[in-house]
């Protein structure tokens, strides 16, 4: 959410913060969306800590944190796909960081699955009343 200076996750002290910012802004933006009668889906790459943010902000919430982890070879082909927003070292980063998660309710291997079919499973198992 911050466009300048931002600084990547990655990148010490004030990339941390940018980080948890961006959790904690996260938070209310899914508080408020809620409130107002939606479901809602967070996107994020999380860190321990960070899912903390969310555990603590959303306590009196319904939510569930879904680990989405495609190998790394398709985590590298995907972004080369987008545009190779990431340079593949930091591609490996981040998925070293989701692959050492602990903190989640569940783990989905997206490896093989197209993004609309994953779309649905999700709906359907976390939507439904």
Known sequence: MVVQP??????????????????QNGCILARNCVAAGFDVVVLDVLTD??????????LE??????????????SLRRNRERGQYLTD???ELLYAWESELLEFDHKIDNTHIAAEELAQELSTSFFQA
């Open 6 to 23: 931002h600084v990547a996750a990655w990148e010490g002290e004030e990339g941390r913060f940018q980080l948890h910012l961006g959790a």
């Open 89 to 91: 070292e930091e591609v």
């Open 49 to 58: 800590a960070t899912a903390h943010i969310y555990r603590a902000h959303l």
């Open 61 to 74: 919430l319904e939510h569930q944190i879904v680990l989405l982890l495609p190998s790394l070879a398709e």
